[in-house]
Nanobody
Framework: QVQVVESGGGLVQAGGSLRLSCAASGSIFSGNIMGWYRQGPGKQRDLVATITTGGRTNYADSVKGRFTISRDNAKNTMYLQMNDLKPEDTAVYYC?????????WGQGTQVTVSS
């Protein structure tokens, strides 16, 4: 079993920054993929960014150049630095861990960007 816990959400004005963290614990294979997804009001859950154990990253076009994903493999912790935030970034942000054939989700953390 794997436990996934996000933190760092909050309210910020447009143009501001936030840093999200995701801590994973439990039975995690050394080769795994961690990622951030988000779900805005009335919208589907969409990919924000992913990062492999080896550091390979992938970003949604809407966040390229503004968001940076990183991780600390020793701590099974992942981060999302969000800069130049826009009102359309408002959503619940979820951490996702893929290990082996299993996928685990955190409970989500709210990010609200005011205009």
């Amino acid at each position: 079993q794997v436990q996934v816990v996000e933190s760092g959400g909050g309210l910020v004005q447009a143009g501001g920054s936030l840093r999200l963290s995701c801590a994973a614990s439990g039975s995690i294979f050394s080769g795994n993929i961690m990622g951030w997804y988000r779900q805005g009001p009335g919208k589907q859950r969409d990919l924000v960014a992913t990062i492999t154990t080896g550091g390979r990253t992938n970003y949604a076009d809407s966040v390229k150049g503004r968001f940076t994903i990183s991780r600390d493999n020793a701590k099974n912790t992942m981060y999302l630095q969000m800069n130049d935030l826009k009102p359309e970034d408002t959503a619940v942000y979820y951490c996702n861990v893929i290990t082996g054939s299993l996928r685990y989700w955190g409970q989500g953390t709210q990010v609200t960007v005011s205009s």
